[in-house]
C-alpha cells in the first residue's frame, strides 16, 4: 500500500532537469559581414511583395524595429524618410520590419509621412533568420522581442555592415554614409 521507491526515483530527473530547456532559444545571431545575407519575402505597406532577390542590383537597408507607433521606432522611421532621397541616389532601398501587421504600418506610416517601405514579418521567420528576435529583459522581466538592429546588403545581395542594438540619433545618417561609401 506504501508507494514504491520506483516512483520517487522516477520523478527525480524531472526535479533536476536543466532550467535553461525551459527558455525560449536566443537566435543565432546577425548574418556575418561578408556572406549572403538570408532570403526573404515578405508583404509592405505598399500592397508589393518584397524579396530579397527582388533587390538585386540594389543595395538594401533592412532596419528591423519593435514596434510601430512608439518614441524610439518613430523617431527612426522619420530619419530614414527624411534621407530617402539621399539613399535613392545611392541606389539603395530602405525597409523597415516588425511584426506589426500590414494595417498597423499603414497608420504609423500615414500617421508620421513615412516614406520609406514598412515589411510586416509577423510570423517572424525573417526575423528569426537576422537573429534579431531574442529574449530582452526590461525591469527584471524577460520576453522575446525585437533587437533594434540594421543590416546593410549590396547589389549582389552580400551583407556588407551590421549595427546591433542600435541606438537612434544619428543612425540613419550614419547607415546613409556607409551605402553612399559602398
Not at 100 to 117: T, W
Request: charge should be positive; proline fraction near 6%; charged fraction near 25%.
Amino acid at each position: 500500500m506504501s508507494k514504491t521507491p520506483a516512483k520517487k526515483s522516477s520523478a527525480a530527473p524531472s526535479r533536476t532537469a536543466p532550467k535553461a530547456a525551459a527558455k525560449a532559444p536566443a537566435g543565432p545571431g546577425l548574418p556575418a559581414e561578408g556572406k549572403k545575407a538570408p532570403a526573404f519575402s515578405l508583404p509592405a505597406d505598399d500592397g508589393s511583395k518584397v524579396s530579397l532577390k527582388s533587390l538585386a542590383g540594389k543595395k538594401a537597408v533592412l532596419y528591423f524595429y519593435p514596434k510601430d507607433n512608439t518614441p524610439g521606432c518613430t523617431t527612426e522611421g522619420i530619419a530614414f524618410s527624411a534621407l530617402k532621397k539621399k539613399f535613392d541616389a545611392a541606389s539603395t532601398v530602405v525597409l523597415g520590419i516588425s511584426k506589426d501587421s500590414i494595417e498597423k504600418h499603414c497608420k504609423f506610416r500615414d500617421k508620421h509621412n513615412l516614406s520609406v517601405r514598412l515589411l510586416s514579418d509577423e510570423e517572424g521567420k525573417m526575423l528569426e533568420a537576422y537573429g534579431v528576435w531574442t529574449e530582452k529583459s526590461l525591469y527584471g522581466r524577460k520576453f522575446m522581442g525585437i533587437v533594434r538592429s540594421t543590416v546593410l546588403i549590396d547589389e549582389k545581395g552580400v551583407v556588407r555592415k551590421l549595427w546591433p542594438k542600435v541606438k537612434v540619433n544619428g543612425h540613419a545618417e550614419e547607415v546613409l554614409a556607409a551605402a553612399q561609401a559602398l
